[in-house]
């Protein structure tokens, strides 16, 4: 049904109504369409709190920005105990390429905010990017190998 992913197996919670299904999302508590895209944020999402061990109370998902006087949509925050957001995850469907353009976008969402590592993922390649603002230098991640 859904492409498999370079991520450990997660055990989400799938629902059919009608001919649609539908993931139960663990950080918005609500059920929501399993498109592409949400599979490989629901993936992220279990990875994050299952294998990261990062908690749920510190992430977020699909949360409202201004970018340059547009609302747009962040797929995945994390925030630290301080309640400073530490990691933006933009996430794609696996059909769709990690190109500049998908860099671009999170580049744009991150003018805004300013947080120290910034992500894209379509579920089979994952980019990583931490940032040094004080340098104005980028470093390559290998994986989701920050702490808060």
Sequence with gaps: MFTPLNLPIAELKLSRLEDKVYVWCEIRKKKLLLSPEEWVRQHLIHYLVYHKKFPKGLIASEIEIRANQQKRRCDLLIYDTQLQIQVLIECKAPEVALTAKVVQQVIHYNNQLRVPIIAISNGLQHEIIA????????????????TL
């Design 131 to 146: 940032i040094n603002y004080e340098t104005n230098e980028f470093r390559k991640l290998d994986d989701f190998e920050w």
